[in-house]
């Protein structure tokens, strides 16, 4: 019968300390590039923007963050602006619809229509 020869397997060979050591360069690798595409992706989705504050310049990691950070406070600032003014109407009407009823009302507990009654009405129906 001929000598066997048995192979073992690296990782067998390996302490856990030694694996993590062979390990964390790949997964470091990994992250960085999940961050290098993130950020290749914002400059692409931003284009615009940067050709307003920085036309014609390179642009480095850094520059491109700020950009994106500048560029998202400014759209949330014009959303606030927006839902206060949605917000202002919306309660403006409401006031209007409550003073309405309440003027409704008020000229609906006397019987005798005078003129000046029938023109509030119409106005306030306008």
Known sequence: MAPSTVFLEPDNLLTPKEKNKLR??????????RIN????QLKLLLEKEFQRHQPNSKLEKADILEVA??????QSQLQMKRSFHKSSQFDFREGYSRCLQEAFYFLSLHKVRTETQT????HFQK
């Open 24 to 33: 964390k360069p790949v997964v470091e690798k990994m992250r960085r590039d």
């Open 69 to 74: 950070v500048s560029y998202l406070k400014q």
């Open 119 to 122: 023109k509030l009405l119409s």
């Open 37 to 40: 595409s993130s950020i290749e």
